[in-house]
């Protein structure tokens, strides 16, 4: 669908005796429409039903035996002032005994308790109960033998995750209780191993990553579902991991919903992670990262374009992303996206004193596509960095087969107080194409729109305020503006057009003054209408 710049008129302001202009772009017809978007006081029980912009099935909890075995019968004990007792073997007694009658819930009562990683069978319900605290050794032997995940978009052998689901079905972590990883002893430890590296041995050798790797390894996940079905974790607070905190790999059916997660001071402390997995739902959480809050990935470079499992069939929703840190977003899209990304739909979430909003990452070598991503009704306040951000050239020059970005749809965005409210960066063999922007609204920016390398962009019912140029578009073509209101306070004409690539910007009401070229670029770039084929 393309769109036209129509009713717009130009208005040339005189500013001061000096010959200060501000040039804007002012529209009669309509304004821009950004909800105010504010996170949800209560959190409603009943998952309302999912209406998405693609094919995507209702999910629903999954459903158990009503049968409970409180851990506290089969040996478990409070760890003690001295955090000397762990409960680790109790814990699994439990989760044995559920499994081998068929399922139920697995009950951790209120108080304080120190085990081992946990890890998770068919049938299990695990409730960690108001008032109770779930803490994580900190001793490394105790996360022994190693396990099979995926570590930033690779798999290997590492130390078990804090929680471990391989290949389970019917599973839900539930509750209004607190996990806490005490991670403090691996981010004393923190190193980066070489993944590409990894790659280049076969998998059953990928056992250094862990335990013997001549340094203490990687940092495990907290929560990892592998290859695991029909899934729910709701209402549980995730302080502290030393890595990723909840993470689905090759699942489907998944609903995460009423979690707050806090992992400021945790490197790589990304809340969220939805990896080459389908048909999820995430809603109403509360999320404070050391990196993405949710993000969404499907492998790395070979491995991952050889495995070859997207993410599909996502709807996040109703959730709030407060003071995001270390250059991430709210909601990310890589930069691991190796088996492809299509149909997510996001829409009415806050981010508020985060790094980025939404943001798009992925580089050479990743290869493969991301598509079909419908965001709406979202609000972006002091961002750090870009409020938007699409970068194919995230990790620079780089080798290897490009990505695709294509048939993005944002509509009903509000920006205030960013440095750069929109930009979007594509490769130079591979451009951004088929990207639509509606009802985005932009205040207290220093720079407005950076375009480089976009083909198909369509902006309707856009306005921005900016201290410098509001629009410099470098190497674009067919670039469709309807309904759109640019001011800044530079003084020049408020869009920017350069490259020598660039070419058919359609602008039914153009006039001089509204745009400047540079050397590359001639004027008869500007078109009317869009031109028609001979044939």
């Known amino acids: 669908m393309r769109f036209y710049l129509s009713d717009i008129r130009m208005r040339l302001v005189q500013k001061s005796k000096f010959g200060l202009l501000s040039i804007i772009l002012v529209t009669f017809f309509g304004t821009v429409a950004c909800a105010q978007v504010k996170p949800v006081a209560t959190i409603p029980y009943e998952i309302a039903p999912i209406v998405a912009p693609f094919e995507m099935i209702q999910l629903e909890r999954p459903t158990f035996p009503d049968r409970v075995f409180n851990i506290v019968d089969f040996g478990a004990k409070e760890m003690g002032s001295d955090k000397s007792f762990k409960s680790t073997e109790a814990i699994h007694r439990a989760i044995d005994a559920a499994h081998a009658v068929g399922g139920g819930k697995v009950l951790i009562p209120a108080g304080n308790w120190l085990t081992g990683p946990i890890h998770l069978r068919s049938n299990i319900h695990l409730h960690i109960s108001e008032g109770s605290t779930v803490y994580f050794s900190e001793d490394k032997e105790d996360y022994l033998p190693v396990v099979i995940q995926r570590y930033e978009g690779v798999e290997v052998y590492n130390y078990s995750p804090l929680i471990y689901a391989y290949r389970v079905r019917n599973v839900a972590i539930t509750g209004k209780g607190v996990l806490d990883g005490q991670a403090g002893h691996w981010l004393a430890d923190w190193t980066v191993q070489p993944r590409a590296e990894a790659t280049k041995v076969p998998l059953s050798r990928r056992t250094n990553f862990g335990k013997g790797s001549g340094t203490e390894g990687m940092r495990p996940n907290f929560v990892v579902f592998w290859e695991s079905e029909d899934l729910l974790i709701e209402g ?32 790589n402390g990304d809340g969220i992670v939805i990896d080459s997995s389908r048909d999820v739902l995430v809603e109403h959480t509360t999320l404070s990262t050391g990196d993405d809050a949710i993000v969404i990935k499907s492998g790395f470079n070979e491995e991952g374009l050889e495995i070859n499992i997207p993410t599909e069939n996502v709807v996040i929703r109703h959730f709030h992303a407060y003071r995001v840190v270390t250059g991430s977003g709210g909601v990310v899209f890589g930069s691991e996206t190796s088996g492809g990304i299509r149909n997510v739909y996001v829409h009415n979430a806050l981010f508020e004193d985060c ?20 965001i709406r009704d979202i609000e972006v306040i002091n961002s750090t960095y870009e409020a938007l951000n699409f970068n194919t050239f995230y990790t620079g020059a780089g080798v290897g087969p490009a990505p695709l970005l294509r048939n993005i749809d944002i509509r009903n ?59 410099v578009a470098h190497d674009v073509y067919e670039l469709y503006l309807d309904n759109v209101s640019l001011s800044d306070k530079k003084g020049e004409e408020p869009i920017r057009l350069e490259g020598k690539y660039t070419g058919v910007v359609v602008m039914p009401d153009y006039e001089p003054g509204m745009v400047s070229f540079d050397r590359d670029v001639k004027e008869d770039v500007i078109r009317k209408e869009l031109p028609t084929a001979a044939w």
């Open 236 to 267: 549980i607070t995730v302080n502290n991991g030393p890595m990723w905190n909840l993470h689905l790999v090759y699942s489907q059916r998944a609903i995460i919903r009423d979690v707050t997660i806090n992992s400021r001071d945790s490197h």
């Open 355 to 374: 790094d980025r909003g939404i943001r798009f990452k992925t580089a050479r070598g990743r290869g493969n596509v991301t598509e079909n991503i419908y």
């Open 413 to 471: 965005i509000r920006i205030d107080g960013v440095p750069r409210a929109i930009v979007l960066n594509g490769l130079p063999e591979k451009w951004l194409e088929d990207i639509y922007l509606e009802n985005i609204e932009v205040v207290n920016a220093r720079e407005g729109i950076r375009l480089h390398r976009v083909k198909n962009l369509n902006m309707r019912n856009v306005s921005i305020q900016s201290e410098e140029r509001a629009m």
